[in-house]
Nanobody
Framework: QVQLVESGGGLVQAGGSLRLSCAAA????????LGWFRQAQGKEREFVSR???????YYVDSVKGRFTISRDNAKNTVYLQMNSLKPDDTAVYYC????????????????WGQGTQVTVSS
């Protein structure tokens, strides 16, 4: 059974940084692509970033240059380093396993974590 557990969220002032972690279990981690999504209150879940099994990375335009996704196959963990945070980044952040299709679509992802709250104050 695949399990994903996110951590690292919290309250931070605008301009600050956070690093989210997503620990995975029950899968051959090194052969899987994973993504980060976020969902702000009252809005649809949106793609943030994805790292392929080979290390290729993708970002939504709004976070390019501020967020960095990475993975540590030895620890079965994917990270999202978030710098220069803005109030618009406030959301619950989820990691998920990519199963195929368009990398920015929620329907292309299978297992999801429970999410971690990120709140950026102005």
């Amino acid at each position: 059974q695949v399990q994903l557990v996110e951590s690292g969220g919290g309250l931070v002032q605008a301009g600050g940084s956070l690093r989210l972690s997503c620990a995975a279990a029950g899968l051959t981690f090194s052969r899987r692509s994973l993504g980060w999504f976020r969902q702000a209150q009252g809005k649809e879940r949106e793609f943030v970033s994805r790292v392929s099994w080979s290390g290729d990375t993708y970002y939504v335009d709004s976070v390019k240059g501020r967020f960095t996704i990475s993975r540590d196959n030895a620890k079965n963990t994917v990270y999202l380093q978030m710098n220069s945070l803005k109030p618009d980044d406030t959301a619950v952040y989820y990691c998920a396993t990519f199963t195929g299709g368009g990398y920015a679509s929620t329907s292309s992802y299978g297992t999801w974590g429970q999410g971690t709250q990120v709140t950026v104050s102005s």
